[in-house]
Every structure is written in C-alpha cells, then in structure tokens.
C-alpha cells in the first residue's frame, strides 16, 4: 500500500513550489491507488504564521488536491499536526539515549560560538558540532552521569543531539537521483529536541513518517543535504527507511539559480496560488488565482514542470494525470518557470469553459464596473473576444465597448483611415442599417459592401472607420459581429457622433 504525505511548515505563504510537491505526491497517491496525508509540520514555534496552515488548506482545496488524512480529516495516524504530538517525540527521544544514540548536550550559546571560532580558526575541515570535537564540549558524554541529572534536575537547558558514528559511509538511494553517498566526518550532530522540549524537524519528521507508514517520502530537492542524516535515523530505531524522491527544483525562467519571490515580483507573475498577506509586513502579493490562472492551468502546468509524460502531449486534467503519473519521467535537472507557458495553457482552459460558464463571468465583470448586461448579450459578446483573452479578467478589457461609447479614437486608424470617402460610405450604411429587419451580421457585411459599391470604393478602405467609430480601436474582433450585438441604432448613434467628433 502506498502511502505519502505532503509536510509543509506554517511559516508563511505556500510557494508554488510547495504546490508541486503536493500534486506530485497525490498524483503518485491516486495512481497507485494509495493514500495521500496533509502534516502539518508545526514544531519551530519561532517561524510559526497564523494563518498560514489555513492557507495551505485553502490553496490544495482550490486544485482540487485532496487529503485522504488530514488534520482536518482524521485518519488511524493522527494527530496529523506535529505540535500535538509532542509526547511520542519524547518517547522516541528517550529510546535513543537509552540505547546511546543520543546524548544531551548543555552548551550555552556562549560556548558554541567559541566552539565555532576555535574550528574557524584551527581550519578544521568539519566547524560543526561533531564526532570530532563533541569530546571537548559539555555533554552527557563528557560529563558524570550524576553531574546530568543534577543539571536537569535544576532545570539547566539543554539539547538532545545525535551521535553520528566518524568514518562511516551513508547511502541513500533516491529513485530520481540514484545513490547519494555521504561521509559521516563532514555531517554534525544534529538536534534532535530542542531546549523548548519540541523535536526539531529532522527527528518529528522520521518519526511520524515511520508511524504514518509512509512508503515514500517526495519532497524538494532542498531537503537531500538531510536525507543521509535521516537513513542514520531510521537506522538507529531500526526502522526501515521509506523511498525517497527528491524533485528537481524550480528555476528561474532564465534558467541560471533557483526561482525566489523577488524574480517573480520581478517579472511580474506571482510566487503564491492564492494571495497572500504577510503578517508582518502586511505586504499583499496577489496569487495565481487572483491574476486569472484557473485551477486546470495550475495544475497541467505544474505537473510538466519537472515531469513529462514522455510524448509531446501537453494538455493533462488533474483526472488523466493521476492515471499517467510515475517517479520514472520526473527529470533531474532543474525546472525553468516558463510563465509564458502558463499564459497559453490559461487561454487553452479559458476557451475549453461553456460559454454560459464565461458569459456569467462576464456579466460579473461588468455589474463590478456598474453596467448591467443581460445573459444573452453576454453570450453573444464572449465568443467575440474569448480568442484575445488571457485571463477571465481580459474578458472586460476586450469588451468594455458594447457598454461604454469610447472617448478616445485611435490616433494612428484616424489620421489614416477616416478620410472623407469613408465618412461618405459610413453615412450611407447607417442610413441603410436602421432599415434592416434582421440585422444579423451577414445582413449588415452586405449593406456595408452596398454602401462601398454605390459610393465606388472598397471595403477596405471602410472597416477601419467603422471599426474606430464604433470601438475607439485600431483592432479587435469580427466588425460584423461588433455591429450585430451593438445593435443598428447604436451602431447610426456611434457613427453620427465619430463624424461630429473626428475631422476628415
Ligand atoms: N516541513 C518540511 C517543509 O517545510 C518538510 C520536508 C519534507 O517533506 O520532509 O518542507
């Protein structure tokens, strides 16, 4: 049975990152027809963000990546947060010290910083906290036992750290990655529970994914400098280790280093799903749903992020991916951001929805501008605009017109095309127009090619007139189908007050 998790820390807003990892692990979840567990890693109490295990919640739920156990769905291994679980990382704690695992360690600050500059300065090849150096420092090591348990009786502070065997090899084997080997001599003894009495993340990690059965462990690639230390963990609780996969990271969509907050503000898209305010700072940063990125872009765009399908499909719902999903196709390499791809796919999903889905959409975005529009127009204006349209939000950027009569006329069609010529054809169409019965856009592209043909001139030299008196614009959608929803006696209106307005 397999069984994953997605472990994210609530010390602020969910990089997209994050959501990738999440995916990744319910994708391989579903596809294995396994079990996907939300843990809420919460034992660094000075990083803690209030709100921020709320946002995670929010943000998997609006790509419909949904937990099997979570704290908000209680499985057979909860609690599912790690600050309600302080009690059993004591008691794994304690093995280890019975067992001469771990020690406790009362250093002050005062003493590792002079630890640190002695290693600075005698070039030691590890300055850490170590196999090499923790004979000369103050622990349960180093001291009489007594000594110990008068100290902790007093309620002197103190650490609980590893101890990491000198000259050994650890090996982890990492399905994307392959074996990873690393010295013991470089690594440190790690805390593993602070003074604070919480575990630090590397043991309330181990722990909890041996209890949690978890049978692989997907994460970013961060966290491979810490996988050798966690084998060691699994190792000295005899417990077998989980697999581990290690993604590749998320590049900047230059590709040199790896993508931050600051490239994204940068280049202007955001780092976040959702908009996200820093407690802190109260700085707001607007998230993808916000700019417009629809649930399914996310998602399909994450998903190739690092993944391939290994053909040149690129169109993937949440669905087929977790029927597609494997460890095999994830690639090494880093993954560039390619925001630009983001875009195409949104306008691929955004063409896809109902119309009535998007006229909806549209009829909110014009009550928001205080115009009021009825589920017929809308339906007739989307399918107008929808193919220049990027975001639901470009769906009133491109269709403000049919409510509002344009102030401005574009500079460059005016000062070309509203020639006198024009103006004559354009006179004579709304003249025509006003007497149509149905005045469908077939019915009004032959009136205007009477008008042009009575007047002797071309269509050509027509539209762009039409097109700026009516729109203001140089360009846009089908001039035909403009006309048909403005209606004829909006469109004569349009024309008579262009005429009045612009000089030939
Ligand atoms: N709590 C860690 C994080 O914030 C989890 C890392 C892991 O998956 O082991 O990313």
């Not at 908009?275 to 994450?302: A, C, H, I, Q, R």
């Not at 006179?427 to 006003?434: E, N």
């Not at 071309?458 to 203001?472: D, I, S």
Request: negative net charge.
């Amino acid at each position: 049975m397999v069984r994953v998790r997605f472990a994210p820390s609530p010390t602020g807003g969910l990089h997209i990152g994050g959501v990738r990892t999440a995916l990744y692990n319910y994708l391989f979840a579903r596809k294995n027809n396994g079990q996907f567990i939300l843990r809420i890693e919460d034992t660094d109490q000075n990083r803690y963000v209030e709100g921020a295990e709320d946002y995670i919640m929010k943000a998997l739920e609006w790509l419909g990546i949904s937990a099997d156990e979570s704290p908000q769905r209680q499985g057979h291994f909860g609690p599912y947060r790690q600050s309600e679980r302080l009690n059993i990382y004591k008691e794994y704690v304690q093995q280890l010290l019975d067992n001469g695992l771990a020690y406790y360690a009362f250093d002050t600050p005062e003493e590792l910083e002079e630890m640190r500059r002695e290693l600075q300065e005698a070039k030691a090849s590890n300055q850490q906290y170590s196999a090499a150096n923790r004979m000369q420092m103050r622990n349960s090591l180093t001291m009489p036992s007594e000594d110990v348990e008068k100290l902790i009786a007093a309620g002197s502070p103190y650490v609980v750290r590893i101890k990491l065997p000198s000259d050994e090899i650890i090996e982890v084997n990492d399905l994307i990655r392959g074996k990873v080997s690393v010295q013991t001599n470089t690594m440190d003894d790690k805390v593993l529970m602070k003074s604070d009495g919480f575990p630090t993340y590397h043991l309330a990690n181990i722990v909890d994914d041996h209890l949690m059965k978890i049978t692989h462990v997907i994460r970013g690639e961060e966290w491979l400098p810490s996988a050798p230390l966690h084998v060691f963990l699994y190792r000295s609780f005899g417990w077998q280790a989980p697999q581990f996969a290690h993604l590749p990271l998320l590049l900047k969509p230059e590709g040199n280093g790896k993508l931050s907050k600051r490239d994204a503000d940068r280049l202007g898209f955001p780092i976040f799903p959702l908009s996200w305010t820093d407690p802190k700072s109260n700085e707001v940063s607007e998230g993808f749903k916000e700019k417009g990125y629809l649930p399914e872009t996310m998602v399909n765009f994450l998903a190739l992020l690092g993944w391939n399908p290994g053909n040149e499909q690129e169109i993937f719902s949440l669905d087929e991916l977790t029927k597609i999903f494997n460890l095999d196709r994830i690639s090494k390499a880093g993954a560039k951001f390619d925001i630009q791809k983001a875009n195409w796919l949104n306008e691929h999903y955004l063409r896809s929805m109902p119309t009535s889905k998007l006229a909806e959409s549209f009829m909110a975005l014009a009550k928001q501008e205080g115009y009021s529009c009825s589920m017929e127009k809308a339906s007739s204006i989307v399918p107008l605009i929808i193919e220049r349209c990027t975001f639901i939000q470009d769906l009133w950027n491109n269709g403000w017109y049919f409510f509002v009569v344009p102030n401005e006329y574009d500079d460059k069609t005016v000062r070309k095309k509203w020639t006198a010529e024009a103006v004559n054809v354009l006179k004579l169409f709304s003249s025509l127009i006003v007497k149509l019965n149905t005045p469908k856009s077939e019915a009004i592209k032959e009136t205007l090619e009477k008008a042009a043909t009575e007047l002797d001139t071309g269509l050509g030299r027509v539209m762009p007139a039409l097109r700026v008196a009516l729109t203001g614009q140089g360009g846009g959608p089908d001039l035909m189908g403009i006309v048909e929803v403005l209606g004829v006696e909006e469109t004569k209106k349009r024309i008579e007050l262009a005429i009045d307005r612009l000089k030939v």
